[in-house]
């Protein structure tokens, strides 16, 4: 089992940046992918961002290209999401996802564990 809890989100104004936290327990961190999924009112959760086990291969929605990075440290149990260049259309609660295989993994199905979220709202 992995627990996963984020952290980070809150309201910013259109522009401006924040960073998400999401912490892990349970089985070794270092095994998982690691991704950052979004889900807006009346909408499906989007895929935003995924990052392997080592850190060396990442990937990203089209949407979120140049404005956001996905990053871990293993030592820390820890994966981040930077959010720059915020727009109004990032505005949702953004969720982090673990699944255990050494790929960059960007479809939500494949992934075996979930946090309970964290609030983004981007004022315009």
């Known amino acids: 089992q992995v627990q996963l809890v984020e952290s980070g989100g809150g309201l910013v104004q259109a522009g401006g940046s924040l960073r998400l936290s999401c912490a892990a327990s349970g089985r070794t961190f270092s095994s998982y992918c690691m991704g950052w999924f979004r889900q807006s009112p009346g909408k499906d959760r989007e895929f935003v961002a995924a990052?392997?086990?080592?850190?060396?291969?990442?990937s990203y929605a089209d949407s979120v290209k140049g404005r956001f990075t996905i990053s871990r440290v293993n030592a820390k149990n820890t994966v981040y999401l930077q959010m720059n260049n915020l727009k109004p259309e990032d505005t949702a609660v953004y969720y982090c996802?673990?699944?255990?295989?050494?790929?960059?993994?960007?479809?939500?199905?494949?992934?075996?564990?979930w946090g309970q979220g964290t609030q983004v709202t981007v004022s315009s």
């Open positions: 990052i392997n086990w080592s850190g060396g291969r990442t």
């Open positions: 996802a673990a699944d255990f295989t050494i790929l960059v993994v960007t479809t939500l199905d494949q992934y075996d564990y």
